[in-house]
């Protein structure tokens, strides 16, 4: 069972960027597939981006491609979000999940739901200004 830890949220001005790390700790983090959610006051929580076990497959919302990237180090437990080029519309509550179907692939994982995820971090709070 894994645990996970989101920080590097915060506020910044539009067009800035952010990292945000997720920490996992409690299991072999190769052998899920992670992502990052965010949810917006007054809004469902929302698919942003998620990446395989081993990095194999990365996939993004239309909101995010071009501007954040998702990545994983597993020697470390960690997945990472760069969110460049922010927008007021990026303000949200950022959260990390994890799921262990599949074993980390995505066999069979309907990866942009967030039903489809077991684990889930506290969330990161992200505040673009105009």
């Known amino acids: 069972q894994v645990q996970l830890v989101e920080s590097g949220g915060g506020l910044v001005q539009a067009g800035g960027s952010l990292r945000l790390s997720c920490a996992a700790s409690g299991g072999t983090f190769s052998r899920y597939v992670a992502a990052w959610f965010r949810q917006a006051p007054g809004k469902a929580r929302e698919f942003v981006a998620a990446i395989s076990g081993t990095s194999v497959r990365s996939s993004y919302a239309d909101s995010a491609t071009g501007r954040f990237t998702i990545s994983r180090d597993n020697a470390k437990n960690t997945v990472d979000l760069q969110v460049n080029s922010l927008k007021p519309e990026d303000t949200a509550v950022y959260y990390c999940?994890?799921?262990?179907?599949?074993?980390?692939?995505?066999?069979?994982?309907?990866?942009?739901?967030?039903?489809?995820?077991?684990?889930w971090g506290q969330g990161t709070q992200v505040t673009v200004s105009s």
């Open positions: 999940a994890a799921s262990s179907s599949g074993g980390g692939t995505w066999l069979g994982l309907r990866y942009t739901t967030a039903g489809s995820y077991g684990y």
